[in-house]
């Protein structure tokens, strides 16, 4: 296993479309992270989950964004109805359920809607 | 709440020289784990250190090292003898305890010019 996979790697999209990324996270990586990253500013956190429960999701930016991870290995962003405001990077990242064990990322999706 | 504050935009450096960059964080906790990462122009984050609140001893590894200061709440990187493949964008975040996910801060790019 050589890391964190992210799939595809660069979309475009126009307003309005919907869109779906994929994280294939390590494979012993029970913890799996989604961030988003515009130009010139930190990853900001939107979703995760412990194996197949999303633990967290209030971060989501709003209800056209949603994700799952059904069987507890891949995950899928989707972001419905797209809007200019969501071209950013995606970044899926991946860890041990250890207490505050370090985070491997993937190297992003980056969407951009037109 | 937790915040991590990178106050320096851009550093640039000739090679050679040695470079510190800034982290300042804010967390009501007591336990809390602190974080370098390294985002390389191909975008993939790559984690460098993690540091937990109780450990204060200053860390170096290689050319890299770590000044943790809890008086202060700074957790600092110094890149010694600095190298052209040292630029990229570094960020600093910080993870409360109990596992809750990274806050980032905004990133520091460095330039290292030969």
């Known amino acids: 296993d050589t890391g964190v996979s992210q799939n595809p790697r660069h979309k475009i999209t126009k307003r309005g479309q919907n869109v779906t990324f994929r994280c294939d996270p390590i494979?012993?990586?029970?913890?799996l992270y989604w961030y988003r990253q515009t130009l010139g500013q930190g990853p900001e956190f939107l979703t995760y989950?412990?194996?197949?429960?999303?633990?967290?999701k209030s971060r989501l930016l709003s209800d056209r964004f949603s994700a799952e991870r059904p069987k507890g290995s891949f995950s899928t962003l989707e972001i419905q109805r797209t809007e200019q405001g969501d071209s950013a990077m995606y970044l899926c990242?991946?860890?041990?359920?250890?207490?505050?064990?370090?985070?491997?990322f993937g190297q992003g999706t980056r969407l951009t809607v037109v | 709440a937790q915040k991590v504050t990178q106050a320096q935009t851009e550093i640039s450096v000739v090679e050679k020289e040695d470079v510190t960059l800034d982290c300042v964080y804010e967390t009501r906790d007591t336990t809390y784990y602190l974080f370098w990462y390294k985002q390389p122009p191909s975008g993939e984050l790559v984690f460098l250190i993690r540091?937990?609140?109780?450990?204060?001893q200053n860390e170096i590894s290689g050319r890299y090292s770590w000044n943790f200061q809890k008086s202060t709440s700074s957790f600092n990187f110094t890149i010694t003898a600095s190298q052209v493949v040292d630029s990229a964008v570094y960020f600093c975040a910080l993870s409360e305890a109990g596992n809750t996910p990274l806050v980032f801060g905004k990133g520091t790019r460095l330039s290292v010019i030969a």
């Open positions: 494979s012993e990586h029970n913890r």
């Open positions: 990242a991946s860890s041990l359920p250890d207490l505050n064990t370090e985070a491997f």
């Open positions: 989950f412990q194996n197949e429960a999303q633990l967290e």
């Open positions: 540091r937990n609140s109780f450990d204060e």
